[in-house]
Every structure is written in C-alpha cells, then in structure tokens.
C-alpha cells in the first residue's frame, strides 16, 4: 500500500537543521510506519548555502524567504530551526496556513510568545510538537517508564546539572551566526533557555509540576564585540544559572547550568531520589540507567548500572535498532521524536511535547529569571 507523503519544509541549516534533517532521512528506515518523508524544501536567507545545504541532505528545492515556505501548497510541515527570537512569527504564520509545526527549543523567548504560539496551534487544529529530544534516548525513556509504575515511590530529591565549557574564552564574540546564543536579542537568555530548558522539561515530563523556585544568575565576561555591530557591548545572557524548588508533588530541586565547567563540553545530568528507588542518569554514558533498589535482596543491594540495549519491548525503541548490547547515539533521540510525531498523526494522538507541555517549561524559565533578577522565591505561573 502506497504511504502517505510528509513533505518537510526546513528553516535553518545549523547544528539543529542537520540534526532534524538526519532523522527525517533515518526514519522510514527503522521506524517504518504509513508515512514517507519527503525532504521538500530548505529555507535560509544565503542561497548559496541554502542550496550547498539541499544538495548536501537531499532535500528538493531551496527558498530564501520563510514565507514563502510557509504558503507552499506541497508542504506539510515546516520545521523551525532558526534563534528564539524567530519562533513566534513563524510558527504563527504557519499555523494559519494549516502545517504541521516542529520547532526547535525552548519554545519561544518567553512565556507571552509561547502562549501566542499556543493560541495559535490551538486555533488552527494543527500538529504542533518541540524539539526536547532527551526524552527519547532510551535509557530516559525507561527512567520515565520505572517512575509511571511507581518503583520510586515518593519522591524527595530531584537534581540536575547542564555543564558546559566553550565561552569561557573573553575575546569570544556575541551575535551572528553560530554565536547567536550569546545574544539576548536573539536568544532571549543564556544557559537557562539553552541548557536548563533540557534539564526541565525532563523534570516536569518525570515527576510534575513546579510550583515555585527561588534562582541566581551570573555574567562572568562582561562585555564582548558583536559580530553585527563590530563594536564592544554588553552581555546580557546568563552564562550561568542556578535555582532550587518545589514540585507540586513536595519534592525538592536543585539545578544548575553553567557555560563555564571548565572540561565539560556537554555534561546532562540527572538523578531522582524516591522512598523505594533512586535513579541517576549521564548523557556522557546515554545508554546506562544507574538504578539503586531499597527492595533487593540486603547482601546484594547496590547501585546497578543497566545496558538500555536490549532489543526487546523492555528497553524503549531499542527493539527497532540492533542485537542486544549494541549502542544507539544522541543523533537516535530525533529519529524516536520523528517517530513518534508520525505515529501521533496516524493515531490522532499527538506526540509530546506539544506546544502546551514546552509552554509549562517556559513559565519555568520565565519564573527563574524573575527570581534572579527580584533576588526573591517566585511562584511559577500555571499554563
């Protein structure tokens, strides 16, 4: 039986746009489903390198306005991998022409833009999902699976950290391309949006509601040239962030991101404290689960480390790969997440996070830069 064509339009050409891009073509190969993804169009504003970009991944045709992509009658779905400071508009104009959306994270600049985007979803009965691909690396799908069967039992602690180490040099310029994230212009934060988005989106997705944080930023480098303006001007992201909270649930939090972790290049960490289990998590290790179990056996209890590479049921999405105890990578997470959001359109059941769910990180976020910036506990707005 013939499948049903998923023609992609693609805004942005980066780290983000090759990464999407490679699950588009990895999909239909271990993920088969009644869906075909056809690479339609990329969009950038060179068209020199929109074009190098297209002949380089396969994708049909190039535009350099995002307009037009939006209004092209063969697209389906655009995806949005440009800075923050774009998703909004974007992703308005292309609900209101009726395509599916798949937006880089976090979701907006801020919480106002994420409710417009919201709204605008909503409105138009779209499918509508945000890149926060951690959630599908196996070994943190079947963190969230032991903690759905209620193995933690109640849950007291939850900790995590986001270390990096790339902007600690000082003549490191801000703005443009590839430096847009030390941009607040652009980028709207710093490691909060960057890092800690991660890190809360998997909090919320894991165990609940936040309900209030208490959170302290720093800049470290002052002030930096701009690459679009050639002169010497302020920093205004967060290169490093920090808060503590309390779930709706009564759990305790502590976060922390940093771009200054000198010898950290992507340090995702994570670890659950419950009455009955504890769970702990490294991107440098992804496909370990480290597992502590209160119910084994006394002479034997310890801290276990699980291989998530069995290909079987037990061990998400791994039955779709290889023989057991072969490794998948971080580029495997997009292939689930594309996956998964076909699956959704075939099912009627859309895959997450949805616009709405990356809307409750953002009011997160929203609430840790308040309570910076007031020295001052906020209460996290409710979506």
């Known amino acids: 039986m013939a499948k049903k064509p998923f023609r ?9 746009g090759r990464a999407h891009t490679n699950a588009y073509k990895q999909v239909g190969q271990f993920f088969p489903g009644e869906h075909e993804v056809v690479l339609k169009a990329a969009c ?9 970009f297209a002949d380089q991944w396969g994708y049909e045709t190039i535009e350099t306005d995002w307009r037009k992509l939006v209004e092209r009658p063969d697209i389906d779905a655009v995806d949005i991998c440009v800075p923050n400071n774009l998703h909004a508009e974007m992703a308005v104009a ?8 798949l937006c880089e994270k976090p979701l907006a600049m801020n919480a ?9 979803v909503e409105a138009a009965k779209v499918p509508n999902m945000v890149w926060y691909n951690y959630r599908r690396i196996p070994a943190v799908s079947l963190a969230k699976k032991l903690i759905d069967e209620g193995r933690l039992g109640k849950v007291f602690h939850y900790r995590a950290k986001f270390l990096q180490d790339w902007t600690i040099k000082s003549d490191l310029p801000q703005g443009g ?3 847009w994230r030390l941009d607040a212009a652009a980028a709207g934060a710093g490691v909060s949006g960057d890092l800690l988005a991660h890190c809360i989106d998997t909090a919320l997705w894991f165990n609940g509601r936040l309900d209030s944080v208490c959170a302290m930023t720093e800049v470290f480098v002052k002030e930096r040239p701009h690459n679009l303006t050639g002169k010497m001007e302020a920093v205004t992201i967060d290169d490093a962030c920090l808060f503590f909270g309390k779930f709706a649930n009564g759990s305790l939090a502590n976060f922390e991101s940093t771009r200054y972790a000198r010898g950290h290049k992507a340090q995702y960490t994570f670890e659950i404290n419950g009455e009955d289990m504890s769970i702990a998590w490294d991107l440098h290790d992804l496909h370990r689960l480290q597992i502590f179990d209160y119910k084994d056996e006394g002479k034997i209890r310890g801290w276990k480390s699980v291989h998530v590479t069995d290909n079987s049921p037990d061990h998400p999405y791994m ?8 490794a998948i990578g971080y580029d495997s997470s997009f292939t689930h997440q594309v996956a998964d959001f076909l699956a959704g359109l075939g099912s009627g059941k859309p895959a997450s996070p949805t616009f709405r769910d990356a809307l409750e990180t953002q009011l997160v976020l929203d609430a840790i830069l308040d309570s910076a910036k007031s020295q001052r506990w906020k209460t996290v707005e409710q979506a």
Do not use: H, S
């Open 319 to 326: 039955a779709n790969w290889w023989v057991p105890g072969l």
């Open 8 to 16: 992609v339009g693609m805004i942005g050409y980066g780290f983000m």
């Open 44 to 52: 950038a504003r060179d068209a020199a390198k929109a074009q190098a």
């Open 94 to 101: 292309a609900a209101r022409a009726g395509k599916a959306i």
């Open 112 to 120: 106002a833009e994420g409710r417009t985007m919201v709204a605008a």
């Open 177 to 179: 391309q590839g430096l």
